[in-house]
């Protein structure tokens, strides 16, 4: 289920309604005894209606805070000019070709000539194993068992120009 949309108005009478509580708690008491009771009660209601505003407040904040986030990282850095030919200097959104067939970690094969358009790479320092995922499918390499493919990438696969 999708939340509402953050609606400022809402949030200021949410302000105003723990304000209201919290003068009525806090006025001279001039009631019978036991009035600690409406007291306490009105001071509860603030902090409910307090809390509330504040966290609706921060979840706009965080709300903006990602649309913002999303909107810088839409375009892809290109990578830097010595990790051009590894593993790591591969472009999201760009085509690359394989022009020596190969096998990954899974035994999964490669063509000569299969175009494949790159779309991130993970990295697990603990088996040293490297995912790259192409759109068309994932390529799964290791550090030990593909040593050659991956110190001679440039070898394998190649950008398309």
Same mark, same amino acid.
């Given at each position: 289920?999708?939340? #509402? ?5 809402? $949030? !200021? ?7 209201? =509580?919290?003068?009525? @708690? *806090?006025?001279?008491?001039?009631? #019978? ?5 409406? $007291? !306490? ?7 409910? =209606?307090?809390?509330? @505003? *504040? ?107």
């Amino acid at each position: 289920m999708k939340r #509402p949309k953050y609606n400022p108005i809402f $949030t !200021i009478l949410l302000y105003l309604a723990a304000a209201f =509580f919290a003068i009525f @708690a *806090l006025k001279p008491l001039d009631h #019978p005894p036991g009035s600690w009771t409406v $007291t !306490i009660m009105m001071l509860g209601l603030f902090s409910v =209606f307090y809390l509330w @505003a *504040l966290l609706r407040t921060l979840q706009a904040r965080d709300e903006q805070r990602a649309e913002a986030y999303k909107t810088q990282n839409a375009i892809p850095t290109p990578p830097r000019p010595e990790l051009e030919g590894t593993a790591y200097g591969l472009t999201p959104g760009i085509k690359y070709k394989v022009v020596r067939s190969f096998k990954d970690f899974y035994g999964k094969s490669f063509n000569e000539h299969e175009v494949l358009t790159f779309k991130e790479q993970h990295f697990l320092p603990y088996h040293g194993g490297y995912t790259i995922i192409f759109v068309e499918r994932s390529l799964f390499l290791q550090e030990n068992t593909n040593k050659d493919i991956l110190e001679n990438f440039s070898e394998y696969i190649v950008k398309l120009t």
